[in-house]
T-cell receptor, first 112, second 113 residues
Framework: DAKTTQPTSMDCAEGRAANLPCNHSTISGNEYVYWYRQIHSQGPQYIIHGLKNNETNEMASLIITEDRKSSTLILPHATLRDTAVYYCIVRGINTNAGKSTFGDGTTLTVKP | KAGVTQTPRYLIKTRGQQVTLSCSPISGHRSVSWYQQTPGQGLQFLFEYFSETQRNKGNFPGRFSGRQFSNSRSEMNVSTLELGDSALYLC????????????FGQGTRLTVV
């Protein structure tokens, strides 16, 4: 699975959009981009995933660049409860969900 | 639909002892994976079980072992505990086939003293 690079930390004002970048320049054509988050001392929570098209669900939007070398997770209206560590993971189509390689993630702090 | 259940939530053990942690996956899920999370090493994959067979294994010593039962419930065992084994142990459940997301439990916080 391709390696990902994320900023160590980011701040965001409550109510504003939080844009979390992820670089995956070595991604191959059959690898998906997954995002999880982990609120302090809880298990990681799945957010969203995509292959090459932009995706949106009730939690967030995922924007993947045309060359697929980077992506951005967007939380449209961040709340204090969105403060967490956000992990960007790249996983092959044939790699089972149970075997994911987590990097250090981005610690997002939402401030009032 | 019930989520992933891990027991116990907290555990304190002494060096040299052994410990068994339990994970009940989401109903219908056949894959259970285990991860260790420490402040220094982050989230690290231990192993994955699918249909009672270990399908993938991370880079951990043989003191770490696991098994899966016919109802997909899984246990992991750590023998001869060391202080460095203190960590949050997380279990993840997934259908086991296809490119899907994994669902994590709340974890078991193990402290070795």
């Amino acid at each position: 699975d391709a390696k990902t690079t994320q900023p160590t930390s980011m701040d965001c004002a409550e109510g504003r959009a939080a844009n979390l970048p992820c670089n995956h320049s070595t991604i191959s054509g059959n690898e998906y981009v997954y995002w999880y988050r982990q609120i302090h001392s809880q298990g990681p929570q799945y957010i969203i995933h995509g292959l090459k098209n932009n995706e949106t669900n009730e939690m967030a939007s995922l924007i993947i660049t045309e060359d697929r070398k980077s992506s951005t997770l967007i939380l449209p209206h961040a709340t204090l409860r969105d403060t967490a560590v956000y992990y960007c993971i790249v996983r092959g189509i044939n790699t089972n969900a149970g075997k994911s390689t987590f990097g250090d993630g981005t610690t997002l702090t939402v401030k009032p | 639909k019930a989520g992933v259940t891990q027991t116990p939530r907290y555990l304190i053990k002494t060096r040299g002892q052994q410990v068994t942690l339990s994970c009940s996956p989401i109903s219908g899920h056949r894959s259970v994976s285990w991860y260790q999370q420490t402040p220094g090493q982050g989230l690290q994959f231990l192993f994955e079980y699918f249909s009672e067979t270990q399908r993938n294994k991370g880079n951990f010593p043989g003191r770490f072992s696991g098994r899966q039962f016919s109802n997909s419930r899984s246990e992991m065992n750590v023998s001869t505990l060391e202080l460095g084994d203190s960590a949050l142990y997380l279990c993840a459940s997934s259908p086991g086939q296809g490119n899907t997301e994994a669902f994590f439990g709340q974890g078991t916080r193990l402290t070795v003293v």
